[in-house]
């Protein structure tokens, strides 16, 4: 049989449904780099689901967006959000933001334990859909432990709305090279 006759004859395969067909045609997202903008996205709440919130317009000058794995989680809780809560450069940091995917509930009850009378002026945000972690391209699957998909642990420098500093634990969720120590130490501006 010639190769001419062969391919007239062939017909492709519909078996394949269009989110195969997509899936084998993505890439793994990049993580958020020095430079990028702050994802232009109402997916985060504050407070409650009825009150949503975009970084990217929120966010225009400079500031700090914490992420982290889980709210009330040991670490969470006992050193990594406490680290920036009672840090002595915090006020000149700019706004700063805690990101979790958790419900808006959960985050604002969080919010009330870690800081009652929010002295420190940080915002709990909720990212239930994990949408604004995944845009970041730090979102991993923590479904062994916390069921879904969760942030890596991490904390982004803003400067005039864009990424100055990307500080993101290599284990995704250890409290090391994201901690305000570190963080406001690192950056020269703090």
Same mark, same amino acid.
């Given at each position: 049989?010639?190769?001419?006759?062969?391919?007239?004859?062939?017909?492709?395969?519909?078996?394949?449904?269009?989110?195969?067909?997509?899936?084998?045609?993505?890439?793994?997202?990049?993580?958020?780099?020095?430079?990028?903008?702050?994802?232009?996205?109402?997916? +985060?709440?504050?407070?409650?689901?009825?009150?949503?919130?975009? $970084? *990217?317009?929120?966010?225009? =000058?400079?500031? %700090?967006?914490? !992420?982290?794995?889980?709210?009330?989680?040991?670490?969470?809780?006992?050193?990594?959000?406490?680290?920036?809560?009672?840090?002595?450069?915090?006020?000149?940091?700019?706004?700063?933001?805690?990101?979790?995917?958790?419900?808006?509930?959960?985050?604002?009850?969080?919010?009330?334990?870690?800081?009652?009378?929010?002295?420190?002026?940080?915002?709990? +945000?909720?990212?239930?859909?994990?949408?604004?972690?995944?845009? $970041? *391209?730090?979102?991993?699957? =923590?479904?062994? %432990?916390?069921? !879904?998909?969760?942030?890596?642990?991490?904390?982004?420098?803003?400067?005039?709305?864009?990424?100055?500093?990307?500080?993101?634990?290599?284990?995704?969720?250890?409290?090391?090279?994201?901690?305000?120590?570190?963080?406001?130490?690192?950056?020269?501006?703090?």
């Amino acid at each position: 049989m010639s190769t001419l006759r062969r391919l007239s004859t062939f017909r492709p395969r519909a078996s394949l449904t269009p989110q195969a067909r997509a899936a084998f045609h993505a890439s793994t997202p990049a993580p958020v780099k020095v430079g990028d903008g702050i994802p232009n996205l109402d997916v +985060l709440h504050e407070h409650s689901p009825g009150n949503k919130i975009n $970084l *990217a317009q929120e966010l225009v =000058g400079d500031g %700090i967006i914490v !992420g982290v794995p889980a709210a009330f989680s040991p670490s969470c809780s006992n050193s990594h959000i406490p680290s920036y809560i009672n840090h002595p450069k915090l006020s000149s940091a700019g706004q700063v933001f805690v990101v979790s995917v958790n419900d808006a509930f959960v985050m604002k009850a969080w919010a009330t334990s870690l800081d009652p009378t929010n002295t420190s002026g940080i915002r709990f +945000l909720a990212d239930p859909t994990a949408a604004f972690t995944q845009a $970041l *391209a730090l979102a991993f699957d =923590g479904s062994a %432990i916390f069921g !879904g998909d969760r942030s890596k642990r991490y904390a982004l420098t803003i400067k005039d709305g864009k990424v100055k500093e990307v500080h993101v634990e290599p284990d995704n969720t250890g409290v090391d090279v994201s901690t305000a120590e570190k963080v406001l130490k690192l950056s020269g501006d703090y």
